[in-house]
Each structure stands twice: as structure tokens, then as C-alpha cells.
């Protein structure tokens, strides 16, 4: 088996179950009663501090190619930013259908006059095109660089990912300032590296 057939039958699969183990557990706890006391607030948290992991894993998978020369790692960039989008929706579907019971009225009023929440939407649309576009027929069809400025939007989205979350917490803010670090950091690399450019 050569490296590449070794990268794409043993190495992506494992990732890809990797990536799916939080909801599968989810899943299973759910069903057997293993939730809190409060079910929806939990599975809500838990969808969206995952989609945020997962976001910035995504964001990290560029430095580390370039630090430590892991080229092999942008051969997963699209399965870990398409899984973070998998999370930030069920994030979005588990707020809008259990926390809201599909209530229009209740879910604008949200948007509008929460901050934490009209953040947290706005980030997620950022995300869709984004989605929409990461297959490579998409890439021949945008052009390399359309298609590059297009997904900086990640960016923005990921900053207002960790906002949602900071504003969200009502006490204890250093799990979401620990993220709030971790992407400042990320960002300073990328800043350096398009600095280093010109």
C-alpha cells in the first residue's frame, strides 16, 4: 500500500469518525438518558462549542503546514471545515426547533434584540457560501483567486463564532477566552504571512 492509498483508506476514514464521534455521542447519550437535567441547553452547547473546535481546527491546519512543513494535513481541510459547518447548523437546528419550537416571531426577535445571537446567525451565514463552494468543481468554476477571497470570509465568521460564545456565557468566560486566544494567535500568523508576502 503506498502512502497516498494508506492517506485515503486508513487515515481519512479514521478522521472522518473522529470528527463524528461528538454527535455520535450526542446520539447515543440522548437516547439512554445520559444528558443533563436541562437536554436541549445541553445538546445546544454542545453542538455549537464543537462547531467552534472544529472551525478553528480548520484555521490551524495552514500554520501547521507551513511551521512544521505537515503538507499532509491540507489533504483534510475540507472534511474539517465541512464537519465544523455540520455542527454550527445542527447548532443553528437544535436552537430554531427544540429551544424555539419553530416560532418566527420568537426566533427574529432573537436575532434582532439579542447580541449574542445576532452574532452567532451572522457568523453562520457567513459559513454557507463558503460550504456551498468547497468542492473542486466550484474552485474551477470561481477561479483560485475569486474563490480564495471568497473563503476569507472564515475569518470573520470563526471571530464572531468565539464572540457569540464569550457574550453566551453568563459566568465562567475562560473557556471562550481560551478560544478567543487561540484564534488571535492564528490570526497574527496569517496577518505575517500575508505581510510577508508583499
Known amino acids: 500500500m503506498t502512502r497516498s492509498q494508506y492517506i485515503t483508506r486508513i487515515v481519512k476514514p479514521a478522521v472522518f469518525l473522529a470528527l463524528l464521534a461528538p454527535f455520535l455521542f450526542m446520539g447515543y447519550e440522548a437516547a439512554t438518558g445520559g444528558l443533563s437535567a436541562n437536554p436541549i441547553e445541553d445538546v445546544l452547547h454542545r453542538s455549537g462549542l464543537w462547531g467552534l473546535r472544529i472551525l478553528i481546527l480548520s484555521l490551524a491546519i495552514t500554520p501547521l503546514k507551513i511551521l512544521f512543513g505537515w503538507n499532509v494535513l491540507m489533504r483534510f481541510r475540507r472534511m474539517v471545515g465541512l464537519f465544523a ?111 510577508g508576502r508583499k
Do not use: C, N
Not at 446567525?121 to 468554476?141: D, E, G, N, Q
Open 85 to 195: 459547518f455540520f455542527y454550527l447548523v445542527l447548532h443553528f437546528f437544535i436552537y430554531v426547533g427544540l429551544d424555539r419550537f419553530f416560532s418566527l416571531g420568537d426566533i427574529l426577535e432573537d436575532i434582532t434584540l439579542r447580541p449574542f445571537i445576532t452574532v452567532g446567525f451572522v457568523s453562520l451565514l457567513m459559513l454557507v457560501p463558503l460550504a456551498v463552494t468547497s468542492t473542486k468543481k466550484m474552485i474551477k468554476r470561481l477561479g483560485s483567486k475569486r474563490w480564495q477571497r471568497l473563503h476569507r470570509l472564515v475569518y470573520p465568521a470563526a471571530i464572531g463564532g468565539v464572540v457569540h460564545y464569550l457574550w453566551a456565557v453568563k459566568l465562567d468566560a475562560r473557556e471562550p477566552t481560551i478560544y478567543a486566544v487561540l484564534l488571535g494567535i492564528l490570526l497574527t500568523l496569517r496577518l505575517k504571512r500575508v505581510s
